[in-house]
């Protein structure tokens, strides 16, 4: 009885509006990271081949999985938590779940992250990176309870 008010609950938050428009948008957002990319290959633009972390920080990629996974788990699951609540509320969650797959999905492909956007000459960044700071920048500042 209990796993089938669980099963019957978690079925309808799926079909929600909020969750559907949420999958939306997560799509969205990683096929235009994603086109981008591929813009920037196929006319052989300046970019790099990021294999490391944020600002080219090498790290092992059995430890970037053992620490993105639980950190994607955790915002998927902050998002579930409100994918009935206003649209503002799930943005900055969307954004994190669309640039954290989105990198993840060149990793797959090219074996690192395709970065393009130079930052002060210090490092260089993508529109994937760009949604995960606005993200938690939007978190910081709304800080829904």
Do not use: E
């Amino acid at each position: 009885m209990l796993l089938n008010n669980i099963f019957q609950n978690l079925l309808k938050k799926i079909k929600s509006r909020g969750f559907l428009r949420g999958i939306f948008a997560i799509g969205s957002l990683i096929i235009l990271d994603q086109i981008i990319k591929y813009f920037i290959l196929s006319k052989n633009f300046i970019h790099t081949c990021n294999q490391g972390i944020a600002f080219g920080i090498k790290m092992p990629l059995i430890l970037l999985a053992i620490i993105w996974l639980p950190i994607m788990i955790y915002v998927f699951y902050l998002w579930w938590k409100k994918v009935n609540k206003k649209l503002l509320i799930q943005i900055p969650f969307l954004l994190i779940i669309s640039g954290g797959l989105g990198n993840v999905i060149d990793r797959a492909i090219h074996g690192c992250v395709i970065d393009y956007i130079p930052f002060l000459n210090i490092s260089t960044f993508n529109l994937a990176d760009s949604f995960i700071t606005i993200g938690v920048v939007l978190i910081i500042l709304i800080n829904d309870k």
